[in-house]
């Protein structure tokens, strides 16, 4: 029998997450995902500083639901895919925030530049599937600014300003299943 101040292993099942952004584009904003990544919690809801956090996104997987848009993105002007393939974000500590809240502070690094930087996220539950597997879901959100991680192609609108903004909403909503 598990308790609930025991340290659990969980892997991120990721047809049940998602990771998703948001950027100003011209007036509006658009939104994307990334469809393939994955990770691994380790969790210890009494004593969150035991916690960790090891998340893998694989960069050509992003879909803007426009084609053309989403092999510039992969290009050299932004993730350069065939260079960095990979973001990722490893912990460096969590804290409690208070009630089902956590700061998850960790490195992030996109086009191999790292920035530390800090998820806030809510601890949605714990419950156990149909087939007996025990699950843990959160949600996080975090804004960062794009050009810290060097992708700094814009383009100048006549008008005045640029056609893609600098802020990035960063949106996870995480579904992961204890490890056997």
Same mark, same amino acid.
């Given at each position: 029998?598990?308790?609930? !101040? &025991? ?5 991120i099942?990721?047809?049940h997450?998602?990771?998703t @952004? ?9 939104r994307?995902?990334?469809?393939? @990544?994955?990770?691994?919690?380790t969790? +210890? =809801?009494?004593?969150?500083a035991q916690?960790?956090?090891s998340?893998?996104i ?9 084609p053309?848009?989403? &092999? ?6 932004? @993730?350069?895919v065939e !260079? ?6 490893e912990?460096?500590g969590? !804290?409690?925030?208070?009630? +089902?809240?956590y700061?998850?502070?960790g490195? %992030? ?7 530390a930087?800090?998820i ?8 156990v ?5 025990q699950?843990?879901?959160? =949600?996080? =959100? ?8 060097? %992708?700094?192609?814009?383009a100048a609108? =006549?008008?005045g300003? @640029?056609l893609?903004?600098?802020d990035?909403?960063?949106? %996870?909503s995480?579904?992961a299943?204890?490890?056997?």
């Open positions: 029998m598990t308790t609930a !101040t &025991a340290v659990r292993t969980f892997a099942d990721k047809t997450s998602e990771a @952004f948001q950027v100003r584009h011209l007036i509006t904003k658009v994307g995902r990334f469809a393939d @990544f994955a990770g691994t919690i969790f +210890n =809801e009494a004593q969150p916690s960790s956090v998340f893998t694989q960069a050509a997987s992003i879909d803007t639901s426009t053309d848009r989403d &092999a510039h993105l992969r290009s050299d002007d932004f @993730f350069a !260079t960095y393939p990979t973001i990722t974000f912990s460096t969590i !804290t409690a925030a208070g009630g +089902n809240d700061q998850v502070a490195n %992030l690094t996109m086009r191999g530049v790292t920035k930087i800090t806030p996220v809510t601890l949605l539950g714990t419950a599937d149909p087939w007996g597997n699950k843990l879901a959160f =949600e996080g =959100e975090v804004t960062i600014n794009r050009k810290d991680y060097g %992708l700094n192609w814009n609108l =006549e008008a300003g @640029f893609v903004g600098d990035v909403k960063i949106s %996870l995480i579904q299943a204890a490890a056997k």
